[in-house]
């Protein structure tokens, strides 16, 4: 057997090895704070304190996302048996304060640029996936492993059947964080279940709503907790092998996770036989091509094989025939991170959050018009309001809340009546919108919803992957109608026609991205309908310059619009 | 649009020729010695064939061809439609643009005028001033210009296919019904080309 | 359609009418065989199945409706091949295909052999509720005997299964998305120069529209021959060609 490494071994001399600085910089390395330029101040700490000669008693460690990604460069100095403190707009004026006073002086920057450790974007949120993110070097396996990272995988290992992992993950009510919410077990069982002798796990972290980054911050923040996740369902499914699916617009997290990956094999947590097990599991990074299509599981497996990145019809599903014609599973990156917690502390723990349906914690990315734009952790259930108005600090300007769309391009609009509606599965769904994979955009007053709706489709527009017609030659019809009505030329029948068109498109499509598109019509409709009314014009108006370009790449200004 | 039906009196029917070739029209005229039927059950009160300057009220029914390709054709299309109960869009360039919509393709209509009268002609090539009417930026299908009744498609629609279709209409028209169900209509009845 | 062996013996209803199916059969398969008919465009007996065109839908009773062609028979399926609603969707589809390209039969090679001038009449499709399209795309006429017009493509995709799945040539294949989507020969060169084309001109033939013509023909002067494909695929799987006396 080969020799394996002492898990607690490697955490001890970690934390002896930290406990010998009295100071640690943690500056967010994630791609935020990174374009904000995080670099630039980690090089300004880094070269203060090697002049300061203080570097031995400070360590400067480059960090995953702390979310607040708004007020980036962020900056957390955590001194020893002492509150950390939380830097937040840091430059490099900045840092050289923080290296003279904090981490030289002792103390913390006199009327320094400091988020208070009480405000509630942090106080309101419950980490489970992102416990880590922000505190540790994401390159450095030794920083997982200190904060008790692969111990589930050595448990389950060790100490339980793959059956148990799945009754574990059935007793914590996990369901998939790509947007469908689907038993996580379920998905599982029909794994283990299936014959094969190669059997395929594959983590989706194809994640591309407009204004998400869930998953990209996992990955890029703390990319071993993704492998243990997988090596875990590969435990319990009988997988040998693992596929991380990345689009490459995410190249920090591609280079991360590869690293990660590197790491893993050489400490034999994957590998033929890992921790000296005997269970053979390994993963291999597959780089998306930039298609929106290429979420939709039929059309990932096609792409991970090098096809063209289409979807196709199931059944068969995945599990029966999936990678190279064996069983293969797909998950959400951010399902996956929750299993070590799962596995790890117990599945109670784990379904002590949340609601009666929807388990656990969901991250949200939280864009548009607040004050606090950034990722967060919440519990399922937490009323909309609290995240929008505490947590992201509510609409800048004295403007009024609007709405809130979650789900992307598949979901829908939140009006402020529905502000208190609790963020779960059944509740977004019944509003007409969806959880999706936790993009959360909101609207102020200013905003026009058929607008709205008009981006949503031009997105799907240009993702269609043109295999089907109501979505290929659809969404181009849908956005026409809407490109009329936001410009004013609309008729009335005009949105008849578009309400028909959006109905068949969802019925008929082939694969979710299609049978989704029309869902920001319907939302806006639904609740913002008087908004379109006011835009259209009687059906006998003719405005010749008035229709919309049927093709992108057609002339849009108003000239030569037709 | 009147609202009176057509019971009690002579029904009356136009013809109105837009942007097409005028084929819509001959195949009308294939109609041959139906046209003696036609003209037992409605008088032809405008269109190409009779020579009335301004398109006149109370029609009941008027089959209009061709595409709407420039301002006259919008304004004839919106006076057929003020003084029509029925109006037809008649083959396929009133249906769909057809032949005379291949010039959307091309773009910029004034780079297209400037082709044919500057460019192209033999002798003295010069812009054309207000005799030629100005072209709309796109040619339109009718219904995108004026709303519809019935639609005829076909290039042309045969003779055989305006008649069933228009007799059906003008029966009903006669006997006070409105406008039929056209339900029936098979392929000989409604096939584009 | 593979041949199948045996009798039929999967109870299923389709349309009311009560049938017996083969063990894995399709509901498209089993309509056509018990003479109840569902429009189909991408569908091509002889190639695999794509299920794009989305005009065979047909009601299970599932919360989905489900496209005939790739929806094997269970027992005691319950099956609508059309309703209402079907047929309106239908229709959509139908005025989204002729909206999205040039499909103006006047002027087509192909007019009087066209699948999809047949969909349209046959869903009573008078007029586009949507606004049409113009020219997208090029004309490829770069090969001496056949033109492809990819303004008239629906993307039904036979041109490329066939190729690949019956002449084993695969010259064709769909590059890029969305709406932007077109039939390329190679990596995108003209036809004219890909040495893997064998001339045999099955892609032409199948073409349901006038996407792929006999170079020379005139408006209404071309004429397909899909049916040709069914023959090749059931005389291969019946292995017509080999010769069996040094068997015997």
Same mark, same amino acid.
């Given at each position: ?7 607690d071994?490697v955490a001890n ?6 406990s010998?600085f009295?100071?640690?910089a943690l500056?967010?390395?994630?791609t935020?704070c ?8 980690r090089?300004?700490?880094e070269?203060?304190l090697?002049e ?8 400067v460690?480059p960090?995953g996302c702390?979310g607040l990604?708004s ?15 939380l ?7 900045a840092?050289?304060?923080i290296?003279?006073?904090h ?9 320094g640029d400091?988020?208070?450790?009480d ?9 489970v ?5 922000g505190r540790?070097?994401p ?9 008790g990272g692969y111990r589930?995988?050595?448990k389950?290992?060790?100490?339980m059947t793959?059956?148990q992992?799945?009754?574990a @993950?059935d007793a914590?009510?996990?369901?998939g ?5 689907y ?6 069982e029909?794994?283990?279940d299936a014959?094969?002798e190669?059997k395929?796990?594959?983590a989706?972290?194809d994640?591309?709503?407009p204004?998400a980054?869930?998953?990209?911050? @996992? ?5 071993h ?5 997988m090596?875990?369902?590969a ?7 693992? *596929?991380?699916?990345?689009r490459?617009?995410y190249p920090l997290?591609i280079?991360r996770l590869?690293?990660?990956i ?10 033929r ?20 299509v290429?979420g939709?599981e039929?059309?990932?497996m096609?792409?991970?094989?090098g096809?063209?990145g ?5 059944p068969p *599903? ?7 014609g064996?069983p293969?599973m ?9 299993v070590?917690?799962?596995v ?12 009666e349906?929807?388990?656990g914690?969901?991250?949200f990315?939280l864009a ?7 990722? @967060?952790?919440?519990?399922m259930g937490?009323p909309?309001?609290?995240i929008?108005f505490?947590m992201?600090?509510?609409i800048?300007?004295?403007?009024? +809340?609007?709405?809130?769309q979650t789900?992307?391009p ?10 208190d ?11 007409g919108?969806m959880?999706g ?11 026009k919803m058929?607008?709205v709706?008009? +981006? *949503? ?6 993702e269609s ?5 109501p ?10 109608f809407?490109d009329? @009505? ?10 008849q026609?578009l309400?028909?068109l ?7 499509s082939?694969?979710g991205l299609?049978?989704?598109a ?8 639904e609740?913002?309908?008087?908004e *379109? ?18 093709a ?5 200004d108003e000239a030569?619009?037709? | 649009?009147?609202?009176h039906n057509g019971?009690?009196r002579?029904?009356r029917?136009a013809t109105?020729?837009?942007?097409g070739?005028?084929?819509c029209?001959?195949s009308?005229? /294939?109609?041959d010695?139906?046209?003696?039927d036609?003209a037992?059950?409605? /008088?032809?009160v405008y269109g190409p ?14 089959l209009?061809?061709g595409a709407?390709a ?9 006076a057929?439609?003020?003084?029509t109960?029925?109006v037809?869009?008649f083959?396929?360039c ?5 032949v ?6 091309l ?8 082709r044919v009268?500057?460019e ?5 090539g010069?812009?054309?001033?207000d005799?030629?009417p100005?072209l709309l930026p796109?040619v ?5 210009v004026i709303?519809?009744d019935v639609?005829?498609?076909g290039c042309p629609?045969?003779? /055989?296919?305006?008649?069933a279709?228009?007799l059906?209409?003008l029966d009903?028209l006669?006997?006070g019904?409105g406008?039929?169900s ?9 096939r584009?080309? | 359609?593979?041949?199948r ?6 109870p299923v209803t389709?349309?009311?009418?009560d ?11 089993l309509?056509r065989?018990?003479?109840?008919p ?7 007996e002889?190639l ?6 989305r ?16 929806t ?10 059309t309703?209402a ?8 589809i139908?005025?989204l ?5 040039n ?11 066209c699948?999809l001038?047949?969909?349209a009449?046959e869903h009573h ?6 606004e049409?399209?113009?020219e997208?795309h090029?004309?490829?006429a770069?090969?001496p005997?056949y033109?492809?017009d990819?303004d008239r493509?629906?993307l039904?995709t036979r ?8 002449e ?7 590059a890029?998305?969305?709406?932007e989507?077109?039939i ?7 036809w004219g120069e890909?040495s893997?084309?064998t001339w045999?001109?099955k892609?032409v033939?199948?073409?349901p529209?006038?996407a792929?013509s006999f ?6 002067e071309m004429?397909?021959d899909?049916e040709l494909?069914a023959f090749?695929a ?5 292995g017509?060609?080999?010769?069996r006396?040094?068997e015997?």
């Amino acid at each position: 057997m080969a020799a394996t490494i002492d898990l607690d071994d490697v955490a001890n001399v970690e934390l002896e090895a930290r406990s010998r600085f009295t100071h640690r910089a943690l500056v967010c390395t994630s791609t935020g704070c990174l374009s904000a330029g995080a670099a630039n101040v980690r090089a300004t700490l880094e070269a203060d304190l090697t002049e300061a000669e203080a570097d031995h008693d400070v360590q400067v460690v480059p960090t995953g996302c702390p979310g607040l990604c708004s007020r980036g460069p962020l900056v957390t100095v955590e001194s020893r048996g002492e509150e950390s403190t939380l830097y937040q707009y840091v430059d490099e004026d900045a840092a050289h304060t923080i290296v003279r006073e904090h981490l030289v002086g002792g103390a913390p920057v006199e009327g320094g640029d400091i988020v208070p450790p009480d405000i509630p974007f942090y106080a309101k949120q419950h980490q489970v996936v992102l416990a880590y993110a922000g505190r540790i070097d994401p390159d450095r396996l030794e920083d997982y492993v200190a904060e008790g990272g692969y111990r589930a995988l050595s448990k389950a290992l060790t100490s339980m059947t793959p059956e148990q992992v799945i009754e574990a @993950i059935d007793a914590s009510g996990l369901r998939g964080r790509g947007g469908a919410g689907y038993p996580t077990a379920r998905k599982w069982e029909l794994l283990h279940d299936a014959p094969g002798e190669h059997k395929y796990v594959v983590a989706n972290g194809d994640e591309g709503d407009p204004g998400a980054y869930m998953d990209r911050t @996992i990955m890029d923040s703390d990319p071993h907790r993704v492998l243990e996740g997988m090596a875990l369902a590969a435990y319990a499914t009988g997988a040998d092998k693992g *596929y991380i699916y990345v689009r490459a617009e995410y190249p920090l997290a591609i280079e991360r996770l590869e690293r990660a990956i590197r790491a893993a094999k050489r400490a034999k947590l994957l590998g033929r036989s890992v921790l000296g097990t005997g269970f053979a599991f390994d993963i291999e990074v597959r780089v998306g091509a930039g298609a929106f299509v290429c979420g939709e599981e039929t059309a990932l497996m096609a792409s991970i094989e090098g096809r063209r990145g289409t979807p196709s019809l199931r059944p068969p *599903y995945p599990t029966e025939r999936g990678l190279w014609g064996a069983p293969t599973m797909i998950n959400n990156v951010e399902t996956l991170a929750n299993v070590p917690a799962i596995v790890g502390k117990g599945p109670e723990a784990f379904a002590a959050v949340g609601t009666e349906t929807s388990k656990g914690t969901k991250v949200f990315a939280l864009a548009g018009s607040v004050t606090n734009t950034g990722l @967060i952790e919440v519990p399922m259930g937490i009323p909309l309001r609290e995240i929008v108005f505490d947590m992201a600090g509510g609409i800048p300007n004295g403007k009024a +809340f609007k709405a809130a769309q979650t789900g992307g391009p598949s979901g829908g609009c939140i009006p402020a009546a529905y502000l208190d509606t609790p963020v779960d599965y059944e509740h977004l769904r019944a509003l007409g919108s969806m959880m999706g994979s936790g993009g959360l955009v909101v609207m102020d007053e200013t905003v026009k919803m058929p607008e709205v709706a008009r +981006f *949503y489709m031009e997105f799907c527009r240009d993702e269609s992957c043109g295999k089907c017609t109501p979505c290929r030659a659809g969404t181009v019809k849908m956005y026409a109608f809407l490109d009329r @009505i936001c410009r004013g030329v609309g008729r009335k029948r005009d949105l008849q026609h578009l309400e028909s068109l959006c109905r068949t498109v969802r019925e008929t499509s082939l694969c979710g991205l299609g049978q989704s598109a029309p869902n920001p019509v319907f939302s806006t409709l639904e609740h913002f309908r008087e908004e *379109y009314l006011e835009l259209l014009v009687e059906d006998e108006e003719f405005l010749p310059a008035g229709a919309a370009p049927t093709a992108p790449g057609a002339p849009t200004d108003e000239a030569g619009a037709r | 649009m009147s609202e009176h039906n057509g019971e009690g009196r002579r029904l009356r029917i136009a013809t109105a020729w837009l942007g097409g070739c005028s084929g819509c029209h001959m195949s009308f005229l /294939d109609l041959d010695e139906v046209l003696f039927d036609l003209a037992e059950k409605a /008088d032809l009160v405008y269109g190409p064939l009779t020579d009335v300057k301004e398109f006149p009220p109370d029609v009941d029914v008027t089959l209009v061809e061709g595409a709407v390709a420039n301002q006259d054709n919008v304004e004839l299309a919106k006076a057929v439609r003020a003084n029509t109960r029925v109006v037809v869009s008649f083959g396929d360039c009133a249906v769909t643009g057809n032949v005379t919509s291949l010039r959307n393709a091309l773009g910029d209509p004034a780079e297209l005028v400037r082709r044919v009268y500057v460019e192209h002609p033999d002798i003295r090539g010069a812009m054309p001033t207000d005799v030629v009417p100005a072209l709309l930026p796109y040619v339109e299908a009718l219904h995108e210009v004026i709303p519809i009744d019935v639609y005829m498609p076909g290039c042309p629609p045969s003779a /055989d296919r305006i008649k069933a279709t228009l007799l059906a209409l003008l029966d009903s028209l006669a006997a006070g019904e409105g406008i039929p169900s056209l339900d029936w209509r098979g392929p000989e009845d409604l096939r584009f080309g | 359609m593979s041949p199948r062996n045996g009798r039929p013996n999967v109870p299923v209803t389709i349309d009311g009418q009560d049938v017996k199916a083969f063990e894995g059969e399709s509901i498209l398969e089993l309509a056509r065989r018990v003479g109840v008919p569902i429009p189909t465009l991408c569908h091509l007996e002889g190639l695999s199945i794509h299920g794009g065109c989305r005009l065979c839908l047909v009601d299970t009773g599932d919360h989905k409706l489900k496209p005939a062609c790739a929806t094997e028979v269970t027992a005691e399926l319950d099956v609508t091949t059309t309703n209402a609603e079907i047929r309106e969707h239908r229709r959509r589809i139908v005025e989204l295909l002729f909206a999205e390209g040039n499909h103006i039969c006047a002027f087509c090679v192909s007019s009087g052999s066209c699948e999809l001038q047949d969909l349209a009449t046959e869903h009573h499709v008078d007029h586009i509720h949507y606004e049409l399209g113009y020219e997208r795309h090029d004309v490829d006429a770069s090969h001496p005997k056949y033109v492809l017009d990819r303004d008239r493509c629906v993307l039904c995709t036979r041109c490329v299964r066939v190729c690949d799945e019956v002449e084993g040539a695969h010259v064709w294949d769909v590059a890029m998305r969305g709406n932007e989507a077109r039939i390329v020969a190679g990596m995108d060169i003209p036809w004219g120069e890909s040495s893997a084309c064998t001339w045999c001109g099955k892609c032409v033939v199948v073409c349901p529209t006038g996407a792929l013509s006999f170079k020379g023909r005139a408006t209404g002067e071309m004429r397909h021959d899909p049916e040709l494909v069914a023959f090749l695929a059931r005389a291969r799987d019946e292995g017509e060609w080999i010769d069996r006396r040094a068997e015997a």
